[in-house]
C-alpha cells in the first residue's frame, strides 16, 4: 500500500490574549458589533452587510479594507454570537484577499475576578495560501490580530475614562 501525501494547504492556527482596563460588558458593546468591525479594527474603511442585520448567526457582511494592504474587500459571516458567554465567530468566505478557510473566534472573560478588567482570547485558524510559507503566513495574521487587540484595548479604555 502506498500512503500519499496531503494536498491540502499547510494551516496556522493561533490563539493571541489581550488584558484590557475595562469591564465586559464595555468590551463587548464594542466586539459584538459584527455590523461594525472599523469601531475598532483599524484597518477597516467601511463596513456593508449584505445579509442579516449583524445580530443573527449566518448574517453576511462586506468590509472595505484600507489601502496598503494586500486585499481591498472581505467578506465574512457570523458563525456564533453567545451574548451570556461573551463569544463571536467569523469565518471569510471570499473577497479579494488570500485568506482561505479563515476563522476566528473572540472570547472575553472577566480578569481574575477583577469586574472591571477583561481577558480577550482570540483563536484564528487559516490555510497557507499557496506560494507563501505557514510561517509567513501565520506573522501576517498574527500582526492583524494583534494589532486589532490593541486597538479594542485602546477604544475601551478610553471609553472608560468618559464621565
Given at each position: 500500500?502506498?500512503?500519499?501525501?496531503?494536498?491540502?494547504?499547510?494551516?496556522?492556527?493561533?490563539v493571541?490574549?489581550?488584558?484590557?482596563?475595562?469591564?465586559v460588558?464595555?468590551?463587548?458593546?464594542i466586539?459584538?458589533?459584527?455590523?461594525?468591525?472599523?469601531?475598532?479594527?483599524?484597518?477597516?474603511?467601511?463596513?456593508?452587510?449584505?445579509?442579516?442585520?449583524?445580530?443573527?448567526?449566518?448574517?453576511?457582511?462586506?468590509?472595505?479594507?484600507?489601502?496598503?494592504?494586500?486585499?481591498?474587500?472581505?467578506?465574512?459571516?457570523?458563525?456564533?454570537?453567545?451574548?451570556?458567554?461573551?463569544?463571536?465567530?467569523?469565518s471569510?468566505?471570499?473577497?479579494?484577499?488570500?485568506?482561505?478557510?479563515?476563522?476566528?473566534?473572540?472570547?472575553?472573560?472577566?480578569?481574575?475576578?477583577e469586574?472591571?478588567?477583561?481577558t480577550?482570547?482570540?483563536?484564528?485558524?487559516?490555510?497557507?495560501?499557496?506560494?507563501s510559507?505557514?510561517?509567513d503566513?501565520?506573522?501576517?495574521?498574527?500582526?492583524?490580530?494583534?494589532?486589532?487587540?490593541e486597538?479594542?484595548?485602546?477604544?475601551?479604555?478610553r471609553?472608560?475614562?468618559?464621565?
Amino acid at each position: 500500500m502506498e500512503i500519499l501525501p496531503s494536498s491540502s494547504p499547510p494551516k496556522c492556527s493561533s490563539v493571541l490574549v489581550q488584558h484590557i482596563n475595562a469591564p465586559v460588558p464595555l468590551v463587548w458593546s464594542i466586539v459584538r458589533r459584527f455590523d461594525k468591525p472599523e469601531l475598532y479594527k483599524r484597518f477597516v474603511q467601511t463596513t456593508t452587510m449584505l445579509s442579516g442585520d449583524g445580530d443573527n448567526i449566518g448574517c453576511v457582511r462586506k468590509v472595505q479594507i484600507v489601502s496598503g494592504l494586500p486585499a481591498q474587500v472581505s467578506i465574512e459571516r457570523l458563525n456564533l454570537l453567545e451574548a451570556n458567554l461573551h463569544v463571536i465567530s467569523f469565518s471569510i468566505v471570499g473577497g479579494d484577499h488570500r485568506l482561505a478557510n479563515y476563522r476566528s473566534t473572540m472570547l472575553l472573560l472577566e480578569k481574575n475576578d477583577e469586574a472591571d478588567k477583561t481577558t480577550v482570547m482570540e483563536s484564528y485558524t487559516v490555510d497557507a495560501p499557496t506560494g507563501s510559507s505557514k510561517e509567513d503566513t501565520c506573522y501576517f495574521v498574527e500582526n492583524i490580530i494583534r494589532w486589532n487587540l490593541e486597538s479594542l484595548a485602546s477604544v475601551a479604555e478610553r471609553m472608560t475614562s468618559v464621565p
